[in-house]
């Protein structure tokens, strides 16, 4: 009786290990975000940070969940975020922050992201967003941009590019760059910049284009009645 039931427990535990176990996630690791320090309390902006938070977070995560992919593949692994105050004006908070994120392949990605805080709305609004006609103000702001841009492509490549070569054009300033207003001088913004990612202004060997424009006259009728006290003009 005894040895019966033993023989039928070793039975069951040698089909127990034939089976094909189930290969667990890997923990996810080298995930950094940090968050701003802020002058004042502002428990919006707060909230607004974690919910971007967890989302970085689930996106990088889910990398990790494949059970296919080994801890050793994963292990080289990074995503980074740093936030930081740029300028803090009445009714508008900007801030910086530096993006990089390492998930396999000849190298990692760096870019430089912003947000403009609207403190009254509790809510970010986009550089476009900041004026009544969007059309009229990427008008006025183009050529300064443009210019801007072409001298340091000069100054990296050593010799003019044409417009119509694959790196030559003028990103659209609202949609393909990260642009905000910056260096509040006496209570109003003095400079606009502008952050370009790699691939978007140039090959990644370039790495990203950060200019600096100084605001033209002309531009704070273009800004909503709420934000004009905040420009120049």
């Not at 936030?83 to 430089?112: E, I, K």
């Amino acid at each position: 009786m005894h040895k019966n039931s033993f023989l039928a427990a070793l039975l069951l535990v040698t089909l127990i290990g034939s089976l094909p176990r189930a290969t667990q996630a890997a923990p996810v690791t080298g995930f950094t975000y940090q968050m701003p320090k802020l002058a004042a309390s502002d428990p919006a902006l707060t909230r607004y940070l974690q919910q971007d938070r967890a989302k970085v977070y689930r996106g990088y995560a889910e990398l990790f969940a494949d059970p296919e992919v080994s801890e050793e593949e994963v292990s080289g692994y990074e995503s980074t975020t740093n936030w930081m105050v740029d300028s803090v004006l009445p009714g508008l908070t900007v801030l910086l922050a530096g993006r990089s994120s390492y998930t396999g392949g000849a190298h990692g990605y760096a870019f430089v992201d912003s947000l403009i805080w609207a403190s009254k709305a509790g809510a970010p609004i986009s550089f476009a967003g900041l004026f009544t006609n969007p059309s009229a103000a990427r008008a006025l702001l183009n050529p300064a941009y443009c210019r801007a841009l072409n001298r340091d492509r000069l100054a990296r490549r050593g010799e003019p590019t044409p417009a119509d070569d694959m790196f030559g054009a003028c990103p659209d300033l609202f949609k393909e760059a990260e642009a905000y207003p910056t260096k509040p001088v006496y209570g109003k913004y003095s400079r606009i910049a502008i952050s370009l990612a790699p691939y978007v202004a140039g090959p990644f060997s370039e790495g990203s284009y950060d200019l600096e424009i100084v605001i033209p006259k002309g531009l704070k009728p273009l800004v909503k009645p709420q934000y004009q006290a905040l420009f120049p003009g």
